[in-house]
């Protein structure tokens, strides 16, 4: 309700009570109309306020979703008893005891562990499970495995351990410090907006001031002079567009939410759209967020399956009968089941018990060779060593499903190098070789290069127990591994990895094609970033990192030229040693950047940096660990399946299904609302000189006042602002995804030749329009045009009575205020008919009308069927209410600006003619806003 | 441990960060100036096609933008945007690698002068068309001047009639005033331009529009006693006011036949006998038909309102009394709120002795 527009409307209003006020006191009988208009001033001003609140009324409390994971309780040993007490009681030094299932109470050292496995994907972003012991692994705390985290979730196993930090000084604390810390910027489209303003308000104020001056100087009375300043004001000042600017955005952003695309304040809609940058997220945003069977490696040839979301397309080749072995250990050394009853749930999204890469191998072989617990059934299970990270591989004992074949069935998976190890023979084609030197090369090679593509490789092996030696009657014992964990067959490799989502590559095509940078920013391992970058096109598949360079020709990595790389991998190591100088060189310089093994800080430094090569960013994210780079983003996108709270409060944004190529719609929406606030803008700016002239005529030539200052508003308030949302709905005129994101510094939303354009040439035509509708009416009523010429004294005389016109006839005072009144709608039927051809014109700034249809928005029609009733309401209706200055209109004087309203259409389509013609020349340059 | 825990954590924690935080506000607030400068640029720019004229107003708003950054400045270098703003300036002025003055806007000059220049030739071709569409003669509607109002005379400025017998100074612009109007109603005059009319009927002159029309006489004699020509201060003297009505020219209005319209005053508040007695001339109190109906100004040209003369022979003396004098007779109306002089007028008499 204050700065900008409102203060120029405040200072009206006090002005209009001051004139009042002056008025009274030298005559008691002086007419409210000031009063009346001030009170209206007042009254739009906190219309407008109180709207704008409502619209923009947002709770961002991140802090309350912190402490909504404070921990209730905590095991303590105290005074050498535990006891258990309320978290926000310990005190550094405590001893506690964390058990699966529990959180974390406090950063805590951990003292002893057994079998501890942590969740700290809220922190970190990496989604397996971390074990954790008392060993000190690494010098980053966050890296080490002796540290237990305040918030995370312990999953297996139990942990005691020393508290080292609480509260705020816990890294958790430290994080939601960071992120209530970043300011909340200007977003671009508020900055546009007030650059709007300031533009407005100082054209209002100049000629303001200097037709005070000139007021004066004609020897007006300063009385006078004040309330042409009020006019003019108000006629210089869109009211209603700032409401009609907040009510467009938040179409959009409902639209948007319809595409998935949640958002939080209107404002961001635009910012998405001017994003140059995207900071991503990869787990969960370009993935799927499950580990999935990527590739299998049997017959020494790498197989590839299907990755995509329902796994529905198994192309390799299955009739080999190593492939029968491999399915069957597959199938059958897993622990993971699907729960009950999900009987009618496509496989790919049954609920499963088990781990993730368990999960992965269960869903895989049910695609492919149905029903999983059938055949485990048939091999019935006779017993089994789960996996741990000791032995780090899993072994069962099973029955055969050939009633003939009374062997038992060992099957054994694990890391592929342990594997090898126990094997002696490996199965090829079917049948079973013994394993030599280049088998195992071949198995390196393999490995190395499922590896490298940042896979999980497993390897599988089996052996048939010979039937005399393990009877069935053969009792197996866990403990005493009474049967044979060497020389067994090695069947085959087996790789996983969290696959891209199927959406993902093509969104990233749309980015590039946009002109939006693409950086991933992860805290998992380089490898698997870049893998995900390569398959993602994030780094395309022709371009190379340094490192690449140096591979392929085998020299040091110091010695490439640092500009044949177009794509880098940066890991957090190493930004942590670069100045910010540096981090703005490989910013600028790469096209194609993957920031791996990032903190949350480092992140915050990235999207800092990246603001400092003047772009707007967005950031993707969804663990706590990103807020603080959230909230420091232009635009900040959290997830709404995977986010967390924090996440999801600190963003602008929610992609309520999780899906990177919703932004690619948001960024899309977010264009076209940017070029569609343009049209509006420009199709409010233009009335505003048909509004301004006639106070200017009024004061320097003297005419009675062809429109009032009531009126304006009317038109301002009233019949301009469904049009003017109407806008909004306007297509886009050619492919805004193909075009560069606008630089927010040089491409303005108003800039020089909107103002122009709408206010030296469609404007002025309107007032021409709008006059020729006065001076008609005011002719075929007796004053002919050369009649009103500094009239203006006799004409507002309360003690004229007689005031001739030009066929001798005589007026009283009253009779002319009418006729004045009967002017005033006049003119703004005038507008109004000229609002309608400049609406029309406006639905595009560069294609004809008839290219972009002049149907296709049905609610343009909407708005001129609104213009239209809400005139004749006010004419015809309410035209017997005084204070509203309004008269009934003879029906021809609707049609008299219809020629000028043809005339307007004719020339913007010359305009536009001759800028698709002759694209960049000086007309091009000038006219097209 | 702790200690340990922190210090390794220095290089990737906040309190480095913090520093970046302060550098960053830093960049804002210059970013912020340069948008505000860029503001100024493209408002200034923007008005640049404007005709010269408008150069000074040009300049003014810069001036006062100019003036609100020193205020909003808040110590940033003032000086030096100032200089930028001059060096702008006197390059659009004076171009110095193409050596023109004003080069940059000479084509854009020329557009928009043909572009003005046809707009005004589309605006003079819709006048034109007006003009074509109306009567020099007749107005083409009237309905917002009817009904007719009514207007006395004298006539300076107020319709307080305050004045004292016995100080001629007090009313003798009164009497100047009804000496001036009725000049134009002077017997010779009248007689000499206008025609004498049978009374009792509209004088109805058929005819092309632009043929000139004859007006009926309305001689200075018909006011009797108010006509200035016995009594020359119109009865002002002895505390018995002249005051003249007359009924606004209406072209083309017609009183009902035969019901000539008629004026009558009384008090208008307060007590009915302080009027004792008004004498009307010519006695009917009434405008005659024969003056109607009026044919307009440039056809009609010496037509002369009828007037009605209200002789207040017997008033209060000493007391304001307000009177209200009302046109009587069909498609009169005389009871409008807003409008106080359609078809009535009030004024007061406060005559002392």
Redesign the interface.
Known sequence: MVGGFSILLWVGAFLCWIAYGIQYSSDKSASLNNVYLGSVLVLVVILTGIFAYYQEAKSTNIMSSFNKMIPQQALVIRDSEKKTIPAEQLVVGDIVEVKGGDQIPADIRVLSSQGCRVDNSSLTGESEPQPRSSEFTHENPLETKNICFYSTTCLEGTVTGMVINTGDRTIIGHIASLASGVGNEKTPIAIEIEHFVHIVAGVAVSIGILFFIIAVSLKYRVLDSVIFLIGIIVANVPEGLLATVTVTLSLTAKRMAKKNCLVKSPEAVETLGSTSIICSDKTGTLTQNRMTVAHLWFDNQIFVADTSEDHSNQVFDQSSSTWASLSKIITLCNRAEFKPGQENVPIMKKAVIGDASETALLKFSEVILGDVMEIRKRNRKVVEIPFNSTNKFQLSIHETDDPHDKRFLMVMKGAPERILEKCSTIMINGEEHPLDKSTAKAFHTAYMELGGLGERVLGFCHLYLPADEFPETYSFDIDAMNFPTSNLCFVGLLSMIDPPRSTVPDAVTKCRSAGIKVIMVTGDHPITAKAIAKSVGIISANSETVEDIAHRLNIPVEQVHQRDAKAAVVTGMELKDMSSEQLDEILANYQEIVFARTSPQQKLIIVEGCQRQDAVVAVTGDGVNDSPALKKADIGIAMGIAGSDAAKNAADMVLLDDNFASIVTGVEEGRLIFDNLKKTIAYTLTKNIAELCPFLIYIIAGLPLPIGTITILFIDLGTDIIPSIALAYEKAESDIMNRKPRHKKKDRLVNEQLAVYSYLHIGLMQALGAFLLYFTVYAQEGFLPHTLINLRVEWESDNVNDLEDHYGQEWTRYQREYLEWTGYTAFFVGILVQQIADLIIRKTRRNSIFQQGLFRNKVIWVGIASQIVIGLILSYGLGSITALNFTMLRAQYWFVAVPHAILIWVYDEVRKLFIRLYPGSWWDKNMYY | ??RQ?RS??T????YS?RY??DD??E??QNYLA???E???E??R???V??SEEEEE?NE??EE??EKKEEEEGQGQPTGNAWWQKLQIMSEYLWDPERRMFLARTG??LLI?FF??AS?AA??TL??YT??LT?S???????E??KPP???IRP?A??LNFNFNVSEPETWQHYVISLNGFLQGYNDSLQEEMNVDCPPGQYFIQDGDEDEDKKACQFKRSFLKNCSGLEDPTFGYSTGQPCILL?M????GFRPELGDPVKVSCKVQRGDENDIRSIRYYPESASFDLRYYP?Y???T?VN?TSPLVAMHFTDVVKNQAVPVQCQLKGKGIIND?I?????GRVIFTLNIET
């Open positions: 441990m702790r825990l390794r954590r290089p990737s924690f906040p960060y970046r935080l960053q506000d960049l804002n340069d948008e505000e860029e503001a100024e493209e408002a720019v923007m008005v096609p404007k107003e003014k708003e006062e933008e084509l854009i928009y572009f003005y707009l589309v605006i819709c006048m007006l003009f109306i020099p003669y007749i107005p083409t509607f009237t917002r001047v109002g009514v207007m006539f400025h107020s007359k606004n020219r209406i072209v009026y307009g100004k440039l009609h037509y409008v807003n409008d106080r002089f359609v």
